[in-house]
């Protein structure tokens, strides 16, 4: 038997006032930073993932996995050995994805699309509805026209319209078992919002080469630090309400976003967030809308899932019978940002210099890491990097102001 995941991620964002206090340290962060780094590691181009939601799917793989697949799963996620435990480990954090306030709204939900010719365990059953969330339903794979309709209406629904098609039916066997499918909505409002009146073209450098994006301008206080372990800018952007941030790493040099991903398994979030301190910010970063889609089959098995997608695979508490493997875990993202947030945020500092007086003045124009997670539990809910702003046409960047003779000179403030 065969098993495929399909996941769709929405993502808006603005920015809040956060209040941030200590933030624990999580074992499931580890999992967060390496998807990150199996990912987009050595990749170019645009990756958006939500190691929430993808969370939320290997939740409903590893209740019914057993040997040495639930094995990698546990390890992989730094769940409990014991399954009591890691239950109630993942009905919380789900649990957490359901937030609904004037300024945030979180919508996580799960699905099982099983074979009408199959029959579920009952504990399984049980277990995916009552721990994981999940609606159960029957369809004939038989007919893979009618099951794409059905998964991607249920993905339209659960997405606000936002993702219309996730699944060709194309994709999907006649002989098919099984289809676990994830979809995650996350709308948020800037507790400041950008001024649109600032919006105006500008530079976003790959390398030397300058990409004309649509650069918007925020000037408020937000918490700010330059963190010399990972050679990075770190920017928290708060949204509506505190609840929830967007952490923004922009790397020193224009072409360092690969190395500050390779790095950042040695710097967690939290220790990044004890360094931030509040500083009075002019901030420029570029206005985009990004659809990503990516199979996570690979980056799993890096971080050594690998039994799942192979023969060896032991789905064995999900029904009796045949054996199964999953084929693979397709992942979409829908992300949107402009002045007011919308769909997914993502910003990043690329040279900061100091203005008059206690002013800073940071540019994201340059490939940067973004994180929104929880300030509460310290987890994450969308990470990626931006590499490639949607381009503006008909802009001649403006005459650069050279410092000795070279503009990327790097002077021995650490601002710039």
Known sequence: MRISIFIAFVINFSSFDCQNGPTELSRLNFFDIDLLKYTAEDRPGNVIISPASIKSTLAMILEGAAGNTEDEIRSALRLS??????????????????????????????????????????????MVQKVYLSDLRQVDFSYPFNVSELINKWVFEKTKGLI??????????????????????????????????????????????CINVAMMELHAEVKYAYVDNLRAHA???????????????????????????????????????????????????????????????????????????????????????????????IHKVHMSVDEKGTVAAASSVAMVIPLIGADLQVRVDRPFVFFIRSNKMGLVLFEGRIDQPNPVENYVEPAKIVKNGNPNRRLSNPYF
């Open 81 to 126: 050995a014991y399954k009591d435990e890691f239950r109630e480990q993942l009905n919380a954090y789900l649990s957490l994805l359901r937030v609904n306030t004037p300024g945030v709204t979180v919508e996580n939900a799960n699905a099982v699309f099983v074979s009408n010719k199959l029959k579920l365990k009952k504990e399984f059953e049980m």
């Open 164 to 209: 219309p098609g996730l699944l060709d039916a194309a994709n999907i066997s006649p002989k098919a078992e099984m289809i676990l499918a994830n979809a995650l909505y996350f709308k948020g409002n800037w507790a400041n919002a950008f001024n649109s009146r600032y919006t105006r073209p500008g530079c976003f450098y790959r390398g030397n080469t």
């Open 235 to 329: 920017v928290e952007l708060p949204y509506a309400g505190g609840e929830y941030s967007m952490i923004l790493l922009v790397p020193l040099d224009r072409d360092g976003s690969g190395q500050l991903i390779r790095d950042l398994p040695y710097m967690s979030l939290p220790q990044i967030s004890q360094l931030l301190e509040p500083a009075d910010i002019r901030l420029v970063m570029p206005k985009f809308t990004i659809d990503y889609t990516e199979n996570m089959a690979l980056p799993l098995r890096n971080m050594r899932i690998e039994s799942l997608f192979t023969k060896n695979a032991n789905l064995s508490g999900i029904y009796d019978g045949a054996s199964s493997q999953v084929d693979n875990i």
